[in-house]
């Protein structure tokens, strides 16, 4: 695996234990993180920077497997350009239910660089 990969790799694993201690700091209710503009930007800007990693990945490497690249960099673009179309409810979902997902696919490709 390319250095490169691994620092993107790393930089996914940054970004999702950032969001982890956002899931913390709202003691995982969504009530409390609906009524946290600055906690939903922050996710907001997480998901976005994991979306530019996943695509920067991608052009790198196009065999990577992370099982839903299109849908994360489809993300990122709708966050970035399309804003005013995000709800809480669709940023709370994706943490709760794919983000996860993707903390063990990076981990299995970060075993597979050693």
């Given at each position: 695996m390319q250095p490169k990969i691994l620092k993107?790799?790393?930089d996914i694993e940054s970004v999702i234990l950032e969001i982890e201690s956002i899931?913390?700091?709202?003691?995982?209710?969504?009530?409390?993180?609906?009524?946290?503009i600055i906690l939903q930007r922050a996710v907001e800007r997480d998901l976005e920077i994991i979306g530019e990693v996943i695509r920067?990945?991608?052009?790198?490497?196009p065999n990577i497997q992370i099982s839903s690249a299109k849908n994360?960099?489809?993300?990122?673009?709708?966050?970035?350009?399309?804003?005013?179309?995000?709800?809480?409810?669709?940023?709370?979902?994706?943490?709760?239910n794919n983000v996860p997902i993707l903390a063990v696919e990076v981990n299995i490709l970060k075993q597979k660089s050693n």
């Open positions: 993107y790799l790393l899931k913390a700091i709202t003691e995982n209710n969504f009530n409390v993180f609906k009524k946290d920067k990945m991608l052009e790198q490497d994360i960099i489809g993300l990122r673009n709708i966050i970035s350009h399309a804003y005013d179309s995000i709800e809480p409810e669709m940023i709370w979902g994706i943490i709760q």
